[in-house]
């Protein structure tokens, strides 16, 4: 059963500042999706990551994927107070199941 | 381009009723999948459907079961509900999902509070 550890779970950074999320997962997957979600919001798809060596940017959002290290990292370059959220990767495992981790609080403050 | 909808957004039941969510995929979409997320457990995994046929299934009781029409629409439908069933459930659509960098779209959610 594929166990998906995500970390740090809370996060509170200074606007400006770098930092990375983990995500660890325990068994092979072929798809790796981080999605982001505000308060009472739905969850909003950020990246799909498909092979080994993976690197999508968008914004100040950097997802890369070792399916090697079964890793991935989310990475944020100079926050800003609109990142606030929080944030999920999910591994697929078969068909279109996602396995969630437990999300990343991610709060910047000015 | 419409998104996936789900209704109702709200609702209240009590304990021991039961309950149906319906959701309507993109358009074009054929593949829906159901999530609940609470603040204990998190996101987790209820079942799938592709063409009307249940691809892949969560370790949720039996209470908890779903269908998917013709039209890809897709209901769930929870019976003898529980405290513990109060959740925000969440739908995503997706094309296929065999393969490629396939997006699972998600509703904007029910939130079901059972008093």
Redesign the interface.
Known sequence: ELKVEQNPLFLSMQEGKNYTIYCNYSTTSD?L?W?RQDPG?????LF?L?SNGAVKQEGRLMASLDTKARLSTLHITAAVHDLSATY?C?PKT??????????TILRVKS | KAGVTQTPRYLIKTRGQQVTLSCSPISGHRSVSWYQQTPGQGLQFLFEYFSETQRNKGNFPGRFSGRQFSNSRSEMNVSTLELGDSALYLCASSRTGRSGANVLTFGAGSRLTVL
């Open positions: 798809r999706y999605y919001k739905s969850l909003e798809s799909v498909l999920f999910a078969g068909g279109n199941k996602l396995v969630f981790g437990a999300g």
